[in-house]
């Protein structure tokens, strides 16, 4: 039964009242204080303290000070006026009941209200936030948007200005061979003059001396042909370009399928002498066997742990990725977790080492019907 607190006082101006109760040992951590427009009520185990008030109040500007085993209220009046007394005289049971029932109500419906508009509030913060960071995203986007586009520009800009000076280039050279065949067309054409002249010089003396005998002039004129062959053509060099060889040795004499598995076979000697790198030094030797890690990833597979059987089955791959089933049972674990991008490409890769493998070992005219039996 809780121990009604009597020893009270109170004091009151026309526009509030300050009410003092008594506690012995009252601390704000234990002290349950409601307090409504006609009800006041301070629950301080085992003393109780309830007031109804002679006329309404304001709850939400009124205060309460605890501390010094004693709380004062500061009540504000909704009304300017002087009260006759601090609490409503001649209240039943009945009617008290009532009192508390309605003021109980109201601070429901008051924290109901108080909930909602802090949750719309919340909300209208929420979305606010959200169209300040779409804002900021949208100005990013246009960032890089422009500055794509003035990257765009400036290397157009840049293969433009390289484009001219290839032009200018061009045009140079143009202009050199152009004015070097001229001058060598200008030189032949001096020769040839040159030439004419001795040879009109030479057939006038050969007539001056045409008297001197038939012999002499037969040996005149053979002379006169000799001479009268034009000059060699200028020495000029020819640049010719051969195209690569793609096998060392000629395509009819090329061993394509030693060559492959001599290449297979130094890339499973580097795969081995990877072994030794400090990623895997920490590894048992167990662990080092593809075959061992394949295992170890069915294993896995079959309890449903998909991840970590990827994991070992890419393992396995770093040590030896000619293994078609590894990629297969990747490929499985993959389309389990539903990333089909990566099965298919898993999927893709095993059939490209299948296929190379058949190539390798059967014989051509076996390899060439399985493609057409198969399709493969």
């Given at each position: 039964?809780?121990?009604?607190?009597?020893?009270?006082?109170?004091?009151q101006t026309k526009?509030?009242?300050?009410?003092?109760?008594?506690?012995?040992?009252?601390?704000?951590?234990?002290?349950?204080?409601?307090?409504?427009?006609?009800?006041?009520?301070?629950?301080?185990?085992?003393?109780?303290?309830?007031?109804?008030?002679?006329?309404?109040?304001?709850?939400?500007?009124?205060?309460?000070?605890?501390?010094?085993?004693?709380?004062?209220?500061?009540?504000?009046?909704?009304?300017?006026?002087?009260?006759?007394?601090?609490?409503?005289?001649?209240?039943?049971?009945?009617?008290?009941?009532?009192?508390?029932?309605?003021?109980?109500?109201?601070?429901?419906?008051?924290?109901?209200?108080?909930?909602?508009?802090?949750?719309?509030?919340?909300?209208?913060?929420?979305?606010?936030?959200?169209?300040?960071?779409?804002?900021?995203?949208?100005?990013?986007?246009?960032?890089?948007?422009?500055?794509?586009?003035?990257?765009?520009?400036?290397?157009?800009?840049?293969?433009?200005?390289?484009?001219?000076?290839?032009?200018?280039?061009?045009?140079?050279?143009?202009?050199?061979?152009?004015?070097?065949?001229?001058?060598?067309?200008?030189?032949?054409?001096?020769?040839?003059?040159?030439?004419?002249?001795?040879?009109?010089?030479?057939?006038?003396?050969?007539?001056?001396?045409?008297?001197?005998?038939?012999?002499?002039?037969?040996?005149?004129?053979?002379?006169?042909?000799?001479?009268?062959?034009?000059?060699?053509?200028?020495?000029?060099?020819?640049?010719?370009?051969?195209?690569?060889?793609?096998?060392?040795?000629?395509?009819?004499?090329?061993?394509?399928?030693?060559?492959?598995?001599?290449?297979?076979?130094?890339?499973?000697?580097?795969?081995?002498?990877n072994t030794d790198?400090?990623e895997f030094s920490?590894?048992?030797?167990?662990?080092?066997?593809?075959?061992?890690?394949?295992?170890?990833?069915?294993?896995?597979?079959?309890?449903?742990?998909?991840?970590?059987?990827?994991?070992?089955?890419?393992?396995?791959?770093?040590?030896?990725?000619?293994?078609?089933?590894?990629?297969?049972?990747?490929?499985?674990?993959?389309?389990?977790?539903?990333?089909?991008?990566?099965?298919?490409?898993?999927?893709?890769?095993?059939?490209?080492?299948?296929?190379?493998?058949?190539?390798?070992?059967?014989?051509?005219?076996?390899?060439?019907?399985?493609?057409?039996?198969?399709?493969?």
């Open positions: 039964m809780p121990l009604q607190v009597s020893d009270y006082t109170w004091q526009t509030a009242v300050v009410i003092s109760v008594p506690l012995r040992g009252v601390s704000i951590r234990d002290a349950d204080v409601f307090c409504t427009e006609n009800y006041l009520k301070v629950n301080f185990p085992p003393f109780l303290f309830e007031v109804f008030l002679y006329a309404p109040i304001d709850d939400e500007n009124s205060k309460a000070k605890i501390g010094n085993d004693t709380i004062i209220f500061t009540l504000y009046k909704k009304e300017v006026a002087m009260w006759e007394t601090l609490s409503v005289a001649d209240v039943d049971k009945k009617m008290m009941q009532s009192i508390r029932e309605k003021s109980i109500l109201q601070a429901q419906e008051r924290a109901k209200e108080a909930a909602e508009a802090k949750a719309a509030t919340r909300r209208e913060d929420q979305k606010y936030a959200l169209n300040v960071m779409m804002q900021i995203e949208e100005e990013e986007r246009k960032k890089i948007e422009d500055m794509k586009e003035n990257e765009r520009m400036k290397a157009t800009k840049e293969l433009e200005a390289w484009r001219e000076c290839q032009r200018r280039a061009e045009e140079q050279k143009r202009i050199q061979r152009e004015k070097k065949s001229c001058e060598q067309e200008k030189q032949i054409e001096g020769e040839r003059r040159k030439l004419n002249h001795k040879s009109h010089t030479r057939i006038s003396a050969s007539r001056n001396l045409a008297t001197k005998g038939r012999l002499s002039e037969n040996i005149f004129s053979e002379k006169l042909k000799e001479n009268s062959i034009p000059a060699p053509r200028s020495v000029g060099n020819i640049k010719i370009n051969f195209t690569p060889r793609v096998f060392p040795t000629a395509l009819r004499e090329s061993q394509v399928a030693d060559e492959e598995e001599w290449l297979h076979k130094q890339a499973e000697a580097r795969r081995a002498l790198i400090p920490d590894l048992k030797e167990e662990e080092k066997n593809p075959e061992w890690l394949k295992d170890k990833g069915n294993k896995l597979f079959a309890t449903e742990n998909y991840l970590a059987a990827i994991n070992a089955y890419n393992l396995a791959i770093r040590l030896n990725n000619k293994i078609p089933l590894l990629y297969l049972n990747r490929a499985a674990c993959h389309l389990k977790l539903k990333n089909l991008h990566k099965a298919i490409e898993d999927s893709s890769k095993a059939y490209r080492i299948m296929k190379l493998h058949l190539r390798l070992t059967l014989p051509m005219k076996l390899y060439k019907m399985m493609l057409r039996r198969f399709g493969i």
